[in-house]
Nanobody, 119 residues
Framework: QVKVVESGGGLVEAGGSLLLSCAHS????????IGWYRQSRGGQRELVAS???????RIEDSVKGRFTISRNSGINMIYLRMNTLKPDDTGVYYC?????????????WGQGTQVTVSS
């Protein structure tokens, strides 16, 4: 079992920035893919950033150039830096961690952190 806890959300004006943090338990060596999803009210959960263990970080086109994913395995943290925020970025942001790889991976989610961008 891996515990995942997000923080750092809040209310920000359009054009502003936020740094989301994801504290987790477990051994990084056991992790496969990690990343961040978001879900707007009434919308589907949308991938925004990921970091496979066998590749570099990936940012989805909808936020490319504005969002950055990073990690500090030494302190069991994953981050999502969000710049130049837009009202469309509003939603609940979820951190996830896959323990294991391929079809045997088990995904753990946090409870989410709310981001609201005002126009």
């Amino acid at each position: 079992q891996v515990k995942v806890v997000e923080s750092g959300g809040g209310l920000v004006e359009a054009g502003g920035s936020l740094l989301l943090s994801c504290a987790h338990s477990g051994r990084t060596a056991d992790f496969g893919n990690i990343g961040w999803y978001r879900q707007s009210r009434g919308g589907q959960r949308e991938l925004v950033a990921s970091w496979p263990d066998d590749d570099g970080p990936r940012i989805e086109d909808s936020v490319k150039g504005r969002f950055t994913i990073s990690r500090n395995s030494g302190i069991n943290m994953i981050y999502l830096r969000m710049n130049t925020l837009k009202p469309d970025d509003t939603g609940v942001y979820y951190c996830y961690i896959d323990v294991g790889r391929g079809p045997y991976a088990v995904r753990f989610w946090g409870q989410g952190t709310q981001v609201t961008v005002s126009s």
